[in-house]
């Protein structure tokens, strides 16, 4: 079965400044998806990245970017220039198949202005 | 707004009720997942439908949970007999097409507590 795991629990980053939070996965598959989820408080999921595991490619999506690495299994997701409106819930997740979604327990990311 | 739509946003029960939540996908949305997040947790998958066929179940959803898409437009989740391990947000999720990866885009969630 796959299993993403998020070791970090809660982080903080002062506003302007640069974070990284961590995942790593487990699979059996080559060919497979990973994102970054981000869920502001009492508001819904909203998708922050996405990876293609096929494409040695970063992915980066403005100040959003991935380190992947699919040999170690390893997925991390840098924020730069960080700003009040990144503090959220970040969630891992991975999916095969186009079907449903593995989600890791989430990173709690505070921005200190 | 055309987003995901879920109903109630809150529910509250007493232990052994039965409980009925409605999501509605985003128009045109083939896809519709269900997920349940408990607190301090990432949401678990339950159950997903294509159209109106269930194609998957999680061994989560157990004999009390029902999912239902008639017609393939909104589902329905139904609990009975609830139990206080049943308090949870409940996510639901669309995405179309049923190519090699759509995206899922979810909605507010239903948080259900049961005293």
């Known amino acids: 079965a796959q299993t993403v795991t998020q070791s970090q629990p809660e982080m903080s980053v002062q506003e302007a400044e640069t974070v990284t939070l961590s995942c790593t996965y487990d699979t059996s598959e080559s060919d497979y998806y990973l994102f970054w989820y981000k869920q502001p408080p009492s508001r819904q999921m909203i998708l922050v990245i996405r990876q293609e595991a096929y494409k040695q490619q970063n992915a980066t999506e403005n100040r959003f970017s991935v380190n992947f690495q699919k040999a170690a299994k390893s997925f991390s997701l840098k924020i730069s220039d960080s700003q009040l409106g990144d503090a959220a819930m970040y969630f891992c997740a991975y999916m095969f198949g186009n079907e449903k979604l593995t989600f890791g327990t989430g990173t709690r990311l505070t921005i200190i202005p | 707004d055309t987003g995901v739509s879920q109903n109630p946003r809150h529910k509250i029960t007493k232990r052994g009720q039965n409980v009925t939540f409605r999501c509605d996908p985003i128009s045109e949305h083939n896809r519709l997942y269900w997920y349940r997040q408990t607190l301090g947790q990432g949401p678990e998958f339950l159950t997903y439908?294509?159209?109106?066929?269930?194609?998957?179940k999680s061994r989560l959803l157990s004999d009390r949970f029902s999912a239902e898409r008639p017609k393939g437009s909104f589902s329905t989740l139904e609990i009975q007999r609830t139990e206080q391990g049943d308090s949870a947000m409940y996510l639901c999720?669309?995405?179309f097409g049923t190519g090699t990866y759509n995206e899922q885009f979810f909605g507010p969630g239903t948080r259900l507590t049961v005293l």
């Open positions: 999720a669309s995405s």
């Open positions: 439908f294509q159209n109106e066929a269930q194609l998957e």
